[in-house]
C-alpha cells in the first residue's frame, strides 16, 4: 500500500436529511430507507481509516465556481458551516481539518500547463460547501486530521474538461508522492428533490450500484461506455427537476451535475486499477512462538504457511500478507501484538491464539476495532457465551467440548473415583467443568497446578495419596510432557490409568516417547482422520515440514482456509465485513475435520472421538482414532449468545 | 494427614530445593564476585540439557553425556564470559540485564536451530529407572533420590572448596576487592573466567539432570530462572550458603505449599473458596516469602561478608 | 632490581594528575615520597602498579619495562604493594589473607611463610583465625604487610603505613620496616613524618602538584628547613 498516486475512491452522496450530526453520529434518520446509505457512509469512513491517505481530493457539486475551476489550497480549512441550501438542517457546524497547499499548487500548475482555465485559492473565508465539509467532518474523517483539498465545479467547463481534470488529479498526486483518495460528493443517481419520500427510486438507485459493481469487477471499458449513455440519458431529466426546483441557466446545472459525476469516475477508472493492484489481504497470527510452547506456535506458522501454499499464496485471490506475533503465553503481549497489527499494520484479520487467557485480551481488543477475528485454539467459554462477537470466529472448539467427550466416555464406561488436575487459567477451569457436565461419579479430588509449572511430583505424591481409580488431565504442551514423564516414573502408568484432553498430542509424543503408551484422548481431529482435506494436509505437511502435524495445525490451516471462503465472497472488497461475516457462518471450505457447521456464537458444531496411543508401524509412539464419543456435538454456552443470524 | 506423605513431600521439596542450587551456585558467585547480573544463566542450564541429550543420544551412555554436557557447558560459559560478558563488568545492572536478555534470545534460537523447537526426548537412564525404599511405607523414584544426593554431594563440594582451597580464598577475596587481588599478582580475569565457566558447568548440572524428568526445549531455563532469582535474594547475594539455605527454603516452601496449602485451607475457610485461593496463593508462596526475608532481613539469610 | 620512573605522566579521566615523575629506587634503598595531600604521591605508586594508565612516560624494573601492563603482571615482576588504607580482605581470615596471594614466582631461596610473618608480628599470629574485617587498625596494617611479604617482593611498596595509628603501633610499624631494610629488601615509602622517614629513608622525592620539586638524601632534607615548611608543612 505504499503506492503513490490516487489509493481509493468514494462517491459519497450527501443529501443533507443524513449529512448532519445526528444522523451521522447518532444514527438518527428522518427515514428508515435512508439506513442503508448512511451504513454505506460509515464504512466509507472506516476504509478511509485503514487506507490512511496523504490528503483527500473532494469534488462536490456544490462547490460552484463560474469561470475558472477553483482548486482550494487554503493550509487550514476552519470556520462554521450553515448550508447555504438548508439552514434549517445545517446550521453552525464548527469544522477544522487541514488542507495541502502543495498539492492544491501542484493541481493548479498542472491545469494551466494543459491550458485548462484554473485558480488557486488561499483565503481561509472562502466559503465551502455543505457537499465539501459534511462528508468529511460526519463520515470519511471525523477526526479532521486528514488535510484536504476541496476543487470546485465549474459551470463554464464543458465534458472534455471535465475528464481532462479526473486525469489531472490522479497524476498530480502520483507525481507528488501523496496517496491521496478521490471523493466525488453526489452519485449518479442524484437529482433535486423536495422531500425525503421523493428521493431516488430504487430503479434509480441501480445505476450507482450498477456502476459499482461495474469498476468492482474491473470493467473499466464497460463503465466508461455506460456512463456517457447514462449521462445523455439523463440529462433531460436532470433539467427538468432543476427548472421545477430554481430558476437557473439549464447548461449549466447540467454540467454542474456532469462534471461531479464525469470527474469521479474518469479518476475512479484510472485509481481504480492502482487501488486493486495494490489490494493486499493482511493477516495478523499470534501464537507462541518462543519458550516452551513454541513448539505449538510451530504447529501452527508452518499450517499457516501450508495453506497459503495450498491457496497458491493468495487469499481469496489477493496477494496476502501474514505478519506473524509470539505472545510468549503473556495476555499483556498477546494484546500489545493485537493492537500493533491493527494500528501499525492495519491488518483485515486477526488469527491464531494458543492460550485461553491470551484470548480473553485479544479478542475483544481486535472486534473492537471492527476487525474480524480468526481463533485457531483457545475457546474460553466467554466468547462462545455472553461475550460471543459477530466478529470474532474461532476454528477449533469451546474449551469444554472435549472434555466433555472424555467425561461422556469415562462415565459411559462406569468408571468411578476420578482424579481431576489442570493448570490454573482460564482454561483449565473449563476443562473441568467440561469434563464434570458430563461425567457424574464421584470426583476423588479437583487439583489445579500454577500455569507452566514443570516439576508435579509434589502432586503426583498427594494424588498417590488418595488412591484414585483413575485420574484425568488437561496439561497441554509442555506441561503435559513434564507431566506425563513424571506420572510414569512415579510408577503410576501401570497401576492407575490416565484420561486426558489436549496433553497427549503430535506436539508433546516425540518427547514424552512411551511413557503416554496407552493413554486415552479426546479430540475432534486427528492426523489418522479419514477424509480428503485432512489427507492432503497431513500428506503435504510431513512432506513440507518433515514432521507429523497436530490439531493445532489442523485449526490453523482451517482458520486460513475460513478467511480465504470470506474474501472470495465479497470478492475481495475487505471492507465488506457484513459480508464476509456471512460467508463465514457457511463454513464453506474444505475443513480438515470434513464439513462442519457453525452454531449461532461461531462455535464449530462437530464430532469428537476417542483417541489412544499406541505403538504405530515404525515403532513410534502415535494417536489412533477408536470411537466417535459425540456427533455434531454443540457447545453448552451458544444459549447465552445474543448473537441471531 | 499422613505422616509419611509429609516425609515424601519433603523429599520432593529438597529434591526441588537442589536443582534450585545447582542454578543459584553458578548464579550468586557470578553476581557476588563479578557484580554481574547474568540472566543467560537459565541458558546454560538448558544447553546442559541439550548437550546431554545430544550425547546419550549418539553414545546411549548416561556417563559420557554427563561428562560432554559439563566439559561442553564449560567451554561455552568461558567462551560467553570471554567474548560478550567482559566488556560488562563495569557497565550498569540496566545493560547487563539487556545485554544477557539478548543472550537468551540468542542461545534460544541457536538451540532451535541445531535442534529444532520441538522438545527432546531423553529418559532417565535405565539403572535409575526404579524406586528405592527410603523408609517402610516410602518408595522414592531412584532418579530424584540421586539428584538429592549429588545435589548435596556438590553442595558439600562447593562448601569445602570455598572454605578450604586457593581457589576459595581467591573467590572470596575477589568478592570483595578485586583491584587488590590483582594488585598482588592474581589475574583476576583468568579467574572470572573460570569461575564463570564452572557456573556454567553447574548449571549444566542441572539442566542434564532436569533433562529426563521437566522438557528438554528451547527456553526451558527462563522459567526455573526466576525462581533462583528469589533464592539467592532470599539466601543472600554472594553467598554459598544462602544459596544452599535459600533453595531449600523455597524448594520445601514451594512443594509443602503446593500440596497441603489447599487441605489445610479448607478446613479454615471451607473447600469450595479453598480450590479457588489455594493454587493461587501457593503459586505465590514463595514470593510472599522473598517479600517477608526483604522486609525483615534487607541482606537475605546468609548475607556474603563484604569489604 | 632497581625501580625507574621516566617522565611518568597519569591521569584520571580528563584531569591530569602526574605531569612528568622522574624517580629512581635503587636496590636495596629506601626511598620516599614525601608531600601534602593531593599532590600526587598515592597516584605515583597505583601508575607503577598499573591501577591508573600511564599517559608518557616509562617505568622500568630492573631493566623490564612494566608500563602499560596489568597490575597482576606488574606485581609478578616483584613489586609488593601495601596499599592505602590497608585494604585487607575482611571476609577472609587472617592466615587466609596472608596465603590467598602467596607466592614465591623469583624463586627467593628463604621464602616468606605465614611463621616468618607471624615472627615480625607476634600480635597478628593470636588472631590468625580471625576475619580480616574484626582487627584492629594496627593489626590490619601488619596483615597488609605481612600479605605483600608473602609475594616474595623485591620492592615493597608502602602506602601511608602509618597513618592513622597509636604511637607505640606505628614505632612498632618502623622498626619493622627497620628490619626489611636490613635484610636487603628495596622500599618505596610514602608517609607525612619527616622525622621518621629521614631516619629510615636513603633518597627522599618531595612532589609538589604532580611534579617532583625537591630530591635528596636525609643528610640534606633535614638542613632545608624551607623545603620541609613549604612543600611538607612542617
Known amino acids: 500500500m505504499s503506492h503513490s498516486g490516487l489509493v481509493g475512491v468514494y462517491l459519497s452522496?450527501?443529501?443533507?436529511?443524513y449529512c448532519t450530526y445526528d444522523a451521522a453520529f447518532a444514527g438518527k434518520l428522518a427515514h428508515p430507507d435512508f439506513q442503508a446509505v448512511r451504513d454505506g457512509l460509515v464504512a466509507q469512513g472506516r476504509h478511509v481509516a485503514t487506507l490512511a491517505p496523504d490528503a483527500i481530493v473532494i469534488n462536490s457539486c456544490h462547490l460552484i465556481a463560474t469561470f475558472p475551476t477553483v482548486v482550494d489550497g487554503t493550509p487550514r480549512h476552519a470556520g462554521v458551516l450553515t448550508a447555504q441550501e438548508a439552514p434549517e438542517l445545517i446550521h453552525g457546524v464548527a469544522y477544522d481539518f487541514p488542507g495541502d497547499f502543495e498539492l492544491a499548487a501542484a493541481l493548479v500548475e498542472r491545469g494551466r500547463a494543459a491550458g485548462l482555465p484554473c485558480t488557486l485559492a488561499n483565503d481561509v473565508h472562502y466559503p465551502l460547501d455543505y457537499g465539501t465539509v459534511m462528508p468529511v467532518v460526519c463520515y470519511l474523517d471525523r477526526a479532521q486530521r486528514?488535510?484536504?483539498?476541496?476543487?470546485s465545479v465549474c459551470?463554464?467547463?464543458d465534458l472534455d474538461e471535465s475528464f481532462a481534470w479526473g486525469r489531472h488529479i490522479a497524476r498530480a498526486t502520483a507525481a507528488l508522492g501523496r496517496r491521496a483518495a478521490f471523493v466525488a460528493s453526489g452519485s449518479v443517481s442524484h437529482k433535486l428533490v423536495r422531500g425525503p419520500e421523493r428521493w431516488p427510486g430504487a430503479a434509480e438507485q441501480e445505476l450507482d450500484h450498477r456502476l459499482a459493481q461495474l469498476i468492482a469487477d474491473g470493467e473499466y471499458d464497460k463503465a466508461w461506455a455506460w456512463l456517457r449513455s447514462v449521462v445523455r440519458q439523463r440529462q433531460l431529466r436532470h433539467l427538468a427537476d432543476v427548472l421545477e426546483f430554481r430558476a437557473k441557466p439549464k447548461e449549466a446545472s447540467v454540467r454542474v451535475l456532469r462534471l461531479m459525476m464525469i470527474l469521479g469516475v474518469v479518476v475512479g477508472l484510472l485509481a481504480g486499477q492502482a487501488a486493486r493492484a495494490a489490494e493486499t489481504v493482511k493477516i495478523g497470527f499470534i501464537t507462541s512462538l518462543s519458550g516452551p510452547a513454541g513448539v505449538i506456535g510451530k504447529h501452527m506458522k508452518d499450517s499457516v504457511e501450508l495453506a497459503l501454499d495450498h491457496l497458491g499464496r493468495k487469499v481469496g485471490g489477493l496477494d496476502t500478507e501474514v505478519i506473524y506475533g509470539d505472545d510468549q503465553r503473556k495476555p499483556d503481549v498477546g494484546k500489545q501484538l493485537a493492537d500493533e497489527m491493527l494500528k501499525k499494520h492495519k491488518v483485515n484479520f486477526v488469527s491464531g491464539i494458543i492460550w485461553s487467557n491470551v484470548m480473553l485480551a485479544v479478542a475483544p481488543t481486535v472486534t473492537g476495532a471492527g476487525t474480524i477475528m480468526v481463533g485457531t485454539n483457545a475457546g474460553p467459554h466467554e466468547l462462545s457465551g455472553k461475550m460471543c462477537n459477530e466478529l470474532y470466529f474461532t476454528t477449533s472448539w469451546q474449551n469444554d467440548q472435549t472434555p466433555e467427550a472424555m467425561g461422556k466416555y469415562m462415565q459411559d464406561q462406569g468408571i468411578n473415583d476420578v482424579y481431576a488436575m489442570a493448570p490454573n487459567y482460564a482454561a483449565g477451569k473449563d476443562m473441568i467443568n467440561g469434563f464434570k457436565r458430563y461425567f457424574k461419579g464421584r470426583i476423588v479430588d479437583e487439583v489445579y497446578t500454577k500455569l507452566g509449572q514443570q516439576d508435579y511430583q509434589a502432586e503426583i505424591s498427594q494424588l498417590r495419596g488418595k488412591n484414585p481409580k483413575a485420574v484425568f488431565v488437561f496439561y497441554p504442551g509442555d506441561m503435559g510432557i513434564q507431566f506425563l514423564k513424571q506420572y510414569a516414573q512415579a510408577g503410576l502408568r501401570d497401576q492407575i490409568p490416565l484420561y486426558s484432553v489436549y496433553t497427549v498430542d503430535e506436539t508433546t509424543l516425540p518427547a514424552v516417547g512411551d511413557a503416554a503408551l496407552g493413554n486415552f484422548e479426546a479430540r475432534y481431529w486427528s492426523p489418522d482422520l479419514k477424509n480428503e482435506a485432512s489427507q492432503r494436509y497431513v500428506a503435504d505437511f510431513k512432506k513440507k515440514f518433515g514432521y507429523t502435524p497436530s490439531y493445532y495445525g489442523a485449526q490453523s490451516y482451517d482458520g486460513i482456509l475460513l478467511i480465504d471462503s470470506a474474501v472470495r465472497a465479497v470478492k475481495g472488497d475487505l471492507s465488506d465485513k457484513k459480508g464476509m461475516v456471512a460467508a463465514m457462518r457457511k463454513a464453506d471450505f474444505k475443513s480438515t475435520r470434513g464439513k462442519f457447521t457453525f452454531n449461532v456464537n461461531h462455535t464449530p458444531i462437530e464430532n469428537f472421538y476417542l483417541l489412544r496411543a499406541v505403538k504405530g508401524p515404525g515403532g513410534e509412539t502415535e494417536m489412533q482414532i477408536q470411537k466417535t464419543i459425540f456427533e455434531n456435538h454443540k457447545d453448552a454456552y451458544y444459549h447465552e449468545c445474543p448473537m441471531k443470524w | 494427614m499422613n505422616w509419611l506423605l509429609v516425609v515424601e513431600q519433603c523429599l520432593n521439596g529438597l529434591q526441588f530445593g537442589v536443582m534450585l542450587f545447582l542454578m543459584a551456585a553458578g548464579l550468586t558467585l557470578?553476581?557476588?564476585?563479578?557484580?554481574?547480573?547474568?540472566?543467560?544463566?537459565?541458558?546454560?542450564?538448558?544447553?546442559?540439557a541439550y548437550l546431554a541429550t545430544a550425547a546419550v543420544t549418539r553414545t546411549g551412555s548416561f556417563l559420557a553425556a554427563v561428562v560432554f554436557a559439563l566439559l561442553g557447558t564449560l567451554a561455552i560459559g568461558m567462551l560467553m564470559e570471554v567474548l560478550a560478558l567482559r566488556t560488562l563488568y563495569e557497565r550498569d545492572h540496566l545493560d547487563q540485564v539487556l545485554a544477557t536478555f539478548g543472550l537468551i534470545l540468542f542461545f534460544n534460537e541457536a538451540v532451535a536451530i541445531v535442534w529444532g523447537r520441538a522438545a527432546l526426548f531423553t529418559a532417565v537412564p535405565s539403572a535409575l529407572s526404579g524406586h528405592i525404599q527410603v523408609l517402610p511405607g516410602i518408595r522414592y523414584p531412584a532418579y530424584r533420590a540421586v539428584i538429592i544426593v549429588v545435589g548435596l554431594l556438590v553442595a558439600l563440594l562447593l562448601y569445602v572448596v570455598v572454605t578450604r582451597t586457593r581457589l576459595g580464598m581467591l573467590i572470596r577475596a575477589g568478592a570483595s576487592n578485586r583491584t587488590m587481588v590483582g594488585a598482588l599478582g592474581v589475574n583476576i580475569r583468568l579467574l572470572y573466567t573460570v569461575v564463570f565457566g564452572f557456573g556454567a558447568a553447574l548449571a549444566a548440572l542441572g539442566g542434564l539432570m532436569a533433562?529426563?524428568?521437566?522438557?528438554?526445549?528451547?527456553?526451558?531455563?527462563?522459567?526455573?530462572?526466576?525462581?533462583?532469582?528469589?533464592?539467592?535474594?532470599?539466601?543472600?547475594?554472594?553467598?554459598?550458603?544462602?544459596?544452599?539455605?535459600?533453595?531449600?527454603?523455597?524448594?520445601?516452601?514451594?512443594?509443602?505449599g503446593r500440596a497441603f496449602l489447599r487441605p489445610m485451607l479448607s478446613t479454615v475457610i471451607g473447600p469450595s473458596a479453598a480450590d479457588n485461593a489455594g493454587p493461587a496463593l501457593a503459586s505465590m508462596l514463595i514470593y510472599i516469602l522473598m517479600a517477608a526475608v526483604l522486609y525483615f532481613r534487607p541482606q537475605g539469610l546468609f548475607p556474603a561478608l563484604r569489604g | 632490581m632497581t625501580l625507574r620512573l621516566e617522565a611518568v605522566e597519569a591521569a584520571y579521566g580528563l584531569s591530569q594528575v602526574l605531569f612528568g615523575i622522574t624517580l629512581e629506587v635503587p636496590a636495596g634503598r629506601v626511598v620516599t615520597l614525601l608531600g601534602r595531600n593531593g599532590m600526587g604521591k598515592t597516584t605515583t605508586v597505583r601508575a607503577v602498579m598499573g591501577l591508573v594508565p600511564i599517559q608518557a612516560g616509562r617505568v622500568h624494573f630492573g631493566g623490564r619495562p612494566l608500563h602499560g601492563l596489568p597490575s597482576y603482571i606488574v606485581a609478578r615482576a616483584g613489586l609488593g604493594l601495601v596499599p592505602e588504607g590497608r585494604q585487607v580482605f575482611p571476609n577472609l581470615t587472617v592466615r587466609e589473607n596472608l596465603v590467598a596471594t602467596a607466592a614465591n614466582r623469583r624463586g627467593a631461596a628463604e621464602p616468606w611463610t605465614v611463621e616468618r610473618v607471624f615472627e615480625l608480628f607476634p600480635h597478628l599470629a593470636a588472631r590468625a583465625r580471625s576475619l580480616g574485617g574484626t582487627l584492629s587498625g594496627g593489626e590490619q596494617q601488619m596483615l597488609a604487610i605481612g600479605r605483600a611479604l608473602m609475594t616474595n617482593p623485591a620492592l615493597l611498596i608502602l602506602d601511608e603505613a602509618t597513618e592513622g595509628l597509636a604511637p607505640l603501633v606505628r614505632s612498632e610499624i618502623w622498626a619493622c620496616l627497620e628490619r626489611l631494610k636490613q635484610s636487603g629488601l628495596s622500599i618505596l615509602l610514602i608517609d607525612k613524618h619527616v622525622g621518621a622517614v629521614t631516619r629510615l629513608g636513603d633518597?627522599?622525592?618531595?612532589?609538589?602538584?604532580?611534579?617532583?620539586?625537591?630530591?635528596?638524601t636525609s643528610a640534606e632534607l633535614r638542613t632545608r628547613v624551607d623545603v620541609q615548611h613549604r612543600y611538607l608543612g612542617v
Open chain 1, 155 to 157: 459551470l463554464s467547463a
Open chain 3, 203 to 216: 633518597h627522599h622525592y618531595v612532589l609538589e602538584k604532580g611534579r617532583v620539586v625537591w630530591d635528596g
Open chain 2, 30 to 48: 557470578v553476581f557476588g564476585i563479578m557484580n554481574l547480573v547474568n540472566l543467560a544463566h537459565g541458558s546454560l542450564y538448558m544447553v546442559g
Open chain 1, 146 to 151: 486528514i488535510p484536504v483539498v476541496p476543487i
Open chain 1, 13 to 17: 452522496v450527501h443529501t443533507p436529511r
Open chain 2, 211 to 256: 533433562g529426563p524428568i521437566y522438557t528438554v526445549l528451547p527456553g526451558m531455563g527462563e522459567e526455573i530462572l526466576i525462581q533462583v532469582f528469589v533464592v539467592i535474594v532470599i539466601g543472600g547475594i554472594g553467598s554459598i550458603r544462602g544459596a544452599l539455605a535459600g533453595a531449600v527454603v523455597v524448594g520445601m516452601v514451594d512443594t509443602l
